[in-house]
């Protein structure tokens, strides 16, 4: 029998926040503080995950699905705020429940508080950790500040190292946003000077309401027609495209194989015929939710509103959630809600439209439901197709992509070359081949 989306294993991921949306810094873009509101905010609400609700979640998460490996995502908020022991008392609870299984760990982190006692813990126990930094000190302390208001790159910096210093596996998460977004080669270069060797690149934008819904929430949904603007922190849409398309023009002639950037990555799986893994651009989504501190799961962490909660996984099984129809249509109208303009769009095949939260504008022809960066969207992918099917070439006949850069290199020498070699010229790779016997087929 044939594998469908159907009859295929179950597998999903689900993003935990054992702290909720506490956290020990106040960035003024971030998305997830306000969150607060919905479980009684400040004070008012015990941000700890309890005990019970984080066996059940590990338990459940691992029985649930139908696979060898498991991965967990823990976030936040910040979840170092729960102390070392917490994770000790998880990694504990995984091993009675593993059952066989692969288990893998992921910690988002905004880096404030790794030291040796983190460095050594996660180390151990073979943590992937995510820490957020948005560039150079100047560009990082824009927007990420603690709760008084301090800058705290100094911080994150000393966190990085500790990291380091016990060996700890770790990338990069930046956030690009209004000021960052226009000096894409100053990142790029501090986070590699940094150690960084995975980086992603994620776009902030969201919408203010003029009036709090009844839940306190004023950053809105794509489908909520009350008025709003877009936050003044929000990248623009076309600049993000070309944030990316110059670290990709750096990337491609530098450090194909050294540096690995997330959205690079994505692309190159598009350009050999595989749908994108990565769930923005994925054909649907819904494999992807969120869980709150005290079991709520939500659709996905961009959707916590009241109206996207599945339940909460101590009154249900996670595997209900997760295939109820809820959930299910919830992933699917990510590809049956495409404006035609983007079904006749000839980048759809990297983009699908992108993540859903992001559709709140209007296609040239009056339609809803546009992404707001499909300009930068656009920009970027044809930005990059070129060098993209030269390497999805090098990897359909077996050989490194990473040879791009000879390629680059090589054209960037001879410029006259540019317009197309002859079928019998030396390829400009430097194979030492002829053109028409080795890169003619993918130029």
Known sequence: MSITRENAPLAFHVMAKPTGPLCNLDCSYCFYLEKENLYGGGKKSKWAMPDDVVEAY?????????????????????PTLLGVDFF?????????????????????????????????FLHENEFLVGVSVDGPRDLHDKYRVDKGGNPTFDKVMRGMEALKRNQVEFNTLTCVQRSNSTRPLDVYRFLKDAGSGFMQFIPIVERISAAPTEDGLTLILPGDESKAKVAPWS??????????????????????????VQMF????????????????????????????????????????????????????????????????????????????????CDVRFVCNGGCPKHRFIKTPKGEEGLNYFCPGFKHFFHHIAPEMRYMAHELHNQRPPSNVMNYLRALDQHPAQKSRPGPNDPCPCGSGKKYKKCCWGNA
């Not at 623009?236 to 750096?250: R, S, T, V």
């Not at 649907?284 to 509103?305: I, P, R």
């Open 265 to 344: 990555d994505i692309a190159l799986e598009a350009w050999v015929g595989m749908d994108p893994t990565l769930c923005v651009f994925a054909p649907t989504c819904g494999k992807a939710m969120a869980l709150e501190h005290n079991g709520d799961l939500y659709s996905c962490d961009h959707f916590v509103y009241p109206e996207h909660k599945l339940g909460n996984i101590v009154e249900h099984t996670m595997k209900d959630l997760v295939t109820s129809a809820q959930q299910q249509k919830f992933g699917n109208d990510k590809q049956d809600t495409l404006p035609q303009y983007c079904l006749d």
């Open 88 to 120: 000790r008392s998880v990694v504990a609870l995984q091993r009675k429940y593993a059952n066989g299984k692969t288990i893998h760990n992921a910690f988002q982190t905004n880096g404030v508080l790794l030291d040796d006692a983190w460095g050594s």
């Open 235 to 260: 990248v623009d849409g076309l600049q993000y495209g070309k944030f990316l398309a110059a670290i990709f023009d750096e990337w491609v002639r530098n450090d194909v194989g050294r540096v690995f």
């Open 58 to 78: 590990i338990r459940q998460y691992i029985e649930a699905q139908d696979v060898p490996e498991i991965h967990f995502a823990w976030q936040g908020g910040e």
